[in-house]
C-alpha cells in the first residue's frame, strides 16, 4: 500500500513539473499581449477556476473558515504579501519567457532551492551541515564571478528564485491548504488586475475577436492552477528530499526549450554560471540524500 501510494506521489509531483517546465510554450502562445495584460488575466482566470473547484470539491465552506482564522490571527499581511511575491513571480517570468531570456528563466528555478536555504538560516536560524555550506558558497561564486568576469548579472534569474523564494517562506506564515491557498491568494489581488484592464483600456485583449486569445487566457487560468493541484496530492505522498530532486524536471525542460526550440545563445558566461549552479545543487541533493538515509539508520 505504501509503495503505491509513493508510486502516485512521484508520478503526480513529476507530472507536475513536466507542466511547468513546458508552460514556455504557452506563453509564446500569447505573445502579442504585454506581459502586464498576461498576467492581469492569468490572476482573473486562476481566481474563477479555482472557485469552481472548490465549488465542486465542497470546500467553499472551509475556505471562509480559514480566511475568517487568517483574520484573528493576522495571517492577511501574510497571505497579501504571498500574492504579491506570486504575482511579481509571475511577471517577470512571462516577459523573460515572450522576450528570448528563457536561459534565465530556468537558471531562476534552479538557483530557488539553494535561496530558499539562505532564506531558513536569515529568518528561521536553521544551520547547514558543511556540504550545504559548500553547495551555497558555489552558487554564490558562480553568480559573483560571472558579474564581475562578464559584467552580466543574472537580474531575471535572481528576481525568479527571490521572489518565489520568499513566497514559499510567506505561505509557512499561513500554513493553507494547497486549492484554498491559491484561491485566497488570487482573490486578494484580483481587484488590482481588474483595476489594471479597466485603466489601461486593455480589457479587450488585441485579436480576441475571433475568440481564440480570450479561450488562451482563460486556459492560462486552468493550466495555472492544475499543475498546482497535482503537486499537493504528490508532495503529501512523498519525503521532502524526493519532491526536492524531482523539482529539478522543470527548470531542464525550460533550458532545453530555450535551447533547442527557440535557439537561444548559450554564452560562455552562461555556461559558468549554469555548471556552478549545477555544482552546487549535486552537492545540496547528495547532502540530502545522504541526511535521509542517516536518519533512517537511527
Not at 30 to 43: G, K, T, V
Request: charged share 10%.
Amino acid at each position: 500500500m505504501q509503495y503505491s501510494e509513493t508510486k502516485k506521489g512521484v508520478l503526480y509531483t513529476a507530472v507536475s513539473f513536466i507542466l511547468w517546465g513546458l508552460f514556455p510554450l504557452y506563453w509564446k502562445l500569447l505573445e502579442q499581449l504585454p506581459a502586464l495584460d498576461i498576467l492581469a488575466h492569468r490572476i482573473i482566470w486562476s481566481f474563477v477556476f479555482m472557485c469552481i473547484v472548490l465549488f465542486f470539491l465542497r470546500q467553499w465552506k472551509t475556505g471562509w473558515q480559514e480566511l475568517r482564522s487568517l483574520k484573528q490571527k493576522g495571517g492577511i499581511l501574510s497571505l497579501f504579501l504571498a500574492s504579491i511575491l506570486i504575482s511579481v513571480n509571475w511577471f517577470v517570468y512571462i516577459w523573460a519567457v515572450n522576450h528570448g531570456f528563457l536561459l534565465e528563466a530556468s537558471l531562476g528555478y534552479y538557483i530557488n532551492p539553494l535561496v530558499s536555504v539562505l532564506l531558513g538560516i536569515f529568518f528561521l536560524k536553521e544551520k547547514l551541515n558543511r556540504l550545504q555550506v559548500a553547495a551555497v558558497s558555489i552558487a554564490a561564486a558562480g553568480v559573483i564571478i560571472s558579474a564581475f568576469q562578464y559584467g552580466s548579472i543574472p537580474y531575471i534569474a535572481l528576481l525568479l528564485a527571490f521572489s518565489f523564494g520568499l513566497y514559499g517562506f510567506s505561505k509557512k506564515r499561513t500554513s493553507l491548504p494547497s486549492a484554498i491557498g491559491l484561491t485566497l491568494e488570487t482573490f486578494m489581488i484580483t481587484p488590482i488586475a481588474l483595476g489594471y484592464l479597466l485603466l489601461s483600456g486593455h480589457v479587450q485583449p488585441a485579436g480576441a475577436e475571433s475568440g481564440g486569445t480570450w479561450m488562451l487566457l482563460f486556459f492560462a487560468g486552468v493550466f495555472t492552477a492544475l499543475p498546482l493541484l497535482l503537486f499537493a496530492e504528490g508532495a503529501k505522498r512523498l519525503p521532502l528530499y524526493q519532491v526536492g530532486i524531482l523539482q529539478y524536471i522543470a527548470p531542464t525542460i525550460t533550458l532545453l526549450i530555450g535551447l533547442f526550440v527557440y535557439h537561444e545563445p548559450f554564452s560562455s558566461s552562461k555556461a559558468f554560471t549554469f555548471s556552478c549552479i549545477w555544482a552546487a545543487l549535486l552537492l545540496f541533493t547528495f547532502s540530502q540524500v545522504k541526511w535521509k538515509r542517516a536518519s533512517k539508520s537511527h
